[in-house]
């Protein structure tokens, strides 16, 4: 019979998760800006509010043709997820 966990177990185990899903998204992140720098965009004088509203688009038109995970096809993230100092996007 497998022993119970304990809860700081259980609270170690979620804050690991936590820096791998960070560590995660911050790879895509990363990943997004060099494709959109060779795209050409950080040529663009382009308010970050375009921006997010361009990429939100192409993200529904990449969802309805059935790409991206189910995890990835519920609703964006809000943009308070967005870092103070504008990186990540």
Do not use: C, W, Y
């Not at 050409?40 to 059935?66: M, P, T």
């Amino acid at each position: 019979m497998a022993r119970r966990r304990t809860r700081a177990e259980i609270l170690a185990d979620m804050e690991d998760l936590k820096r791998q899903l960070a560590e995660s998204e911050e790879r895509d992140e990363r990943r997004i800006g060099k494709l959109a720098n060779k795209a050409g965009l950080l040529d663009l004088e382009i308010s970050d509010e375009e921006l997010a509203k361009a990429f939100a688009e192409l993200a529904a038109r990449f969802r309805q043709d059935g790409h991206g995970t189910a995890a990835r096809q519920s609703a964006p993230r809000p943009a308070a997820h967005a870092r103070a100092n504008g990186a990540g996007a």
